[in-house]
């Protein structure tokens, strides 16, 4: 399924979460990658958890990976242009209300030393908004503290088109929450102001894979209207 997603879509740096993996091998990450991409991942603990970052050894340089309890972090450059490095963060926010305070401070510190364009995305295990829940069961404390963190880390949120959250937990009742998200600094924004956000098919989780593509041309071109007179003008196609 990985290696259809990424052949599918192109994808150039690819973010997992739940791998419930508690090693990965080279030849299983041939298996599911291909022999063109790199990787790093952090291992599940009793087969819970654990994430994998891997990226297109053809189109960046993967530089500083770091290791926090909560996330994985590296320092892209992309190949082949003069654009500069940005650094990329992946969380896996923790499901107790105590890790999530020492997760959001971890991020805090981790952020007052990094660069200034950053990309932070991950299931968070938290929201900041009341619209990104469907029902009235919200922590209000919990989104406090994002809300914080947010405005302290001064990062801004990259918009989903087509889809307003990304878990639901799959009853006839349903919750349904945007605990997925992206995040960037400023700076990051400058640097890929193209680019979109989109929800992919959900059959094989219960939440929803998102696609941020970057550079994007959707293919318009501005046209030219010739009028089929104007050959027969007296002058046509004189340089003047």
């Not at 959250?165 to 997925?180: A, C, H, I, K």
Request: glycine share 6%.
């Amino acid at each position: 399924m990985l290696r259809w997603l990424i052949l599918l879509h192109k994808l150039e740096i690819v973010y997992i979460q739940e791998t419930k993996l508690s090693a990965i091998c080279n030849s299983l990450a041939i298996e599911c990658l291909g022999s063109d991409y790199e990787y790093d991942f952090i291992p599940a603990a009793r087969v819970v958890g654990g994430v994998l970052l891997t990226w297109s050894k053809n189109a960046w340089s993967a530089l500083e990976l770091h290791k926090g309890a909560f996330f994985i972090s590296a320092r892209f450059t992309p190949i082949g242009t003069t654009r500069g490095p940005w650094l990329f963060i992946g969380v896996y926010g923790p499901q107790q209300d105590v890790d999530k305070v020492h997760f959001l401070s971890e991020l805090t510190q981790f952020r007052d030393v990094a660069p200034s364009e950053l990309f932070l995305c991950g299931d968070f295990n938290m929201i900041y908004r009341a619209q990104d829940k469907n029902n009235d069961r919200r922590d209000r404390r919990c989104m406090h503290r994002f809300r914080t963190f947010l405005d302290r880390v001064q990062l801004w949120e990259i918009h989903m088109i087509g889809r307003k959250f990304t878990w639901s937990n799959e009853r006839d009742n349903q919750t349904l929450v945007l605990l997925d998200q992206m995040f960037a600094s400023v700076e990051w924004f400058g640097s890929f102001a193209d680019h979109v956000l989109k929800p992919l098919s959900t059959d094989c989780s219960d939440h929803c894979p998102l696609l941020l593509q970057l550079q994007v041309f959707d293919g318009v071109h501005s046209r030219f209207p010739f009028e089929a007179f104007w050959p027969k003008i007296l002058g046509f196609m004189q340089v003047v």
